[in-house]
């Protein structure tokens, strides 16, 4: 079955229309005609010249991912950097790339609404008033070791960075996919105790007392998009392929 590449994505910009992206971002097609039919789709977080390389031997001729491979200008594309090799590939064998970034971090049932999911928070609502992030309450309040044991087994992590440990339980909880240090002070205006995000640095691990920071990692904190991806995808088009790269991973390494 082929399907042309914009009408593919078409079920992803209803959920995220390109119109929320953040000014600075370069969320939808960034290499390859949206007019191409493709019979293919391999999906990742970010475009990576691994995941290129599968694409090419899988088959696949889109990616679509959560991160765009291009953020700012390209002076040129050559095989001597790694932009540039991942752009030619692409090219030369005729892959469509797609990205749903800032976009898909502010819907509704985006990245930041499948953590809260994962940790099972209720009557959740937006974090920040740009619909960043979100904000909800646990079941049950638990004490601050059992919390750190969940978010562990949800998001696959084998460490979290942490403020303080809090003396109190836990009830009420934000979370946001990414880099998300900016909205600590909408956290704790919200409510919440514990704030669970990636790239906290240094300095704000100094949090208030009664409040808390959990850094989970940015890539584990977004991974769950990229099966919601293929859900959609899948869902609005049954016959069509698509899978999960298998290539996809964090690019920070710990020893």
């Known amino acids: 079955m082929k399907v042309k590449a914009c009408d593919l994505v078409r079920p992803i910009e209803e959920m995220a229309p390109l119109s929320q992206q953040e000014k600075w971002d370069n969320c939808g097609f960034s290499v390859g005609d949206p007019q191409k039919e493709v019979s293919k789709v391999l999906?990742?977080?970010?475009?990576?010249?691994?995941?290129?390389?599968?694409?090419?031997?899988?088959?696949?001729?889109?990616?679509?991912?959560?991160?765009?491979?291009?953020?700012?200008?390209?002076?040129?594309?050559?095989?001597?950097?790694?932009l540039g090799r991942i752009i030619y590939k692409a090219i030369a064998n005729g892959i469509v790339i797609y990205a749903a970034h800032?976009?898909?971090?502010?819907?509704?049932?985006?990245?930041?609404?499948?953590?809260?999911?994962?940790?099972?928070?209720?009557?959740?609502?937006?974090?920040?008033?740009?619909?960043?992030?979100?904000?909800?309450?646990?079941?049950?309040?638990?004490?601050?070791e059992?919390?750190?044991?969940?978010?562990?087994?949800?998001?696959?992590?084998?460490?979290?960075?942490?403020?303080a440990p809090l003396e109190n339980k836990v009830s009420r909880v934000a979370v946001c996919g990414g880099s998300g240090k900016s909205f600590i002070a909408d956290a704790m205006q919200q409510g919440a105790q514990v704030y669970i995000t990636g790239d906290i640095t240094y300095h704000d691990f100094y949090a208030e007392k009664g409040f808390m920071v959990m850094d989970i990692g940015h890539y584990f904190s977004e991974y769950g998009i990229v099966g919601l991806f293929a859900n959609i995808v899948s869902k609005n088009f049954p016959n069509f392929a698509v899978s999960i790269?298998?290539?996809?991973?964090?690019?920070?390494?710990?020893?």
């Open 43 to 82: 999906v990742a977080l970010d475009c990576t010249e691994e995941v290129v390389d599968e694409a090419v031997s899988c088959g696949a001729d889109m990616i679509i991912t959560h991160h765009p491979l291009i953020f700012g200008g390209v002076k040129k594309i050559s095989p001597q950097n790694w």
């Open 146 to 163: 059992e919390l750190a044991a969940r978010v562990k087994e949800a998001f696959g992590v084998d460490v979290i960075r942490c403020s």
């Open 102 to 144: 800032t976009n898909m971090d502010k819907a509704a049932d985006g990245v930041s609404a499948l953590m809260a999911q994962k940790l099972g928070l209720q009557g959740c609502v937006p974090l920040t008033p740009d619909n960043f992030g979100m904000v909800g309450n646990l079941e049950k309040e638990c004490p601050v």
């Open 245 to 255: 790269s298998t290539k996809n991973n964090n690019p920070i390494y710990y020893y």
